[in-house]
């Protein structure tokens, strides 16, 4: 039996194949289950793709008209966006499953899929960050809220490259 992703990642028409693989480079980091994209501009570029980690092989990177289709009912949608009305991040609770979507660096979200948001939230930014920029920032800020008591020692061991040996001295 397959299980729904409790995090899945929207990109709007994103504009650059270095961003998308920069996001899903994110989505491993911050374990989302799936990144989607709309629009024609990251398929003709796809060639160019920038994603490190091969974060590709674990995430499915999906293409779709609409980035809100065939998702579960519990599954709240979350625009990122400067938008009047919109909540702040740092004040936002996230909703334990959820699809964030993100617009174009060059643009907006479309009216009507912040219409169908149950949640618009913003990043209080002086100027907007690039698209994979704000998607690290938003991840981060749902692991913070709700990871818990962390065990440091293992969370370094555990993730950090093989080449790092640095350990801090206690004074």
Do not use: W
């Not at 996001?23 to 911050?30: D, E, H, I, Q, T």
């Not at 643009?107 to 907007?128: F, M, R």
């Not at 998607?135 to 293992?154: E, F, P, S, W």
């Amino acid at each position: 039996m397959t299980t729904k992703p409790k995090v899945v990642i929207g990109l709007n028409n994103p504009k650059s194949p270095t961003n998308v693989g920069a996001v899903m480079r994110a989505a491993g980091c911050y374990e989302a289950g799936e990144v989607r994209y709309s629009g024609t501009r990251y398929s003709r570029a796809v060639k160019f793709q920038t994603d490190t980690q091969n974060s590709h092989e674990r995430i499915a990177l999906v293409e779709k008209e609409d980035l809100t289709a065939d998702l579960a009912d519990d599954v709240e949608i979350v625009c990122i966006e400067f938008a009047v009305g919109a909540s702040s991040l740092p004040h936002f609770e996230h909703p334990e499953k959820a699809i964030y979507i993100f617009g174009p660096e060059d643009g907006s979200l479309p009216q009507e899929i912040v219409d169908k948001a149950h949640h618009v939230v913003y990043v209080p930014t002086n100027g907007c960050m690039n698209l994979a920029a704000t998607v690290n920032v938003v991840l981060y800020d749902r692991l913070a809220k709700t990871m818990g008591t962390i065990d440091d020692h293992q969370q370094v061991i555990a993730n950090r490259d093989n080449k790092n040996r640095l350990t801090v001295k206690t004074v």
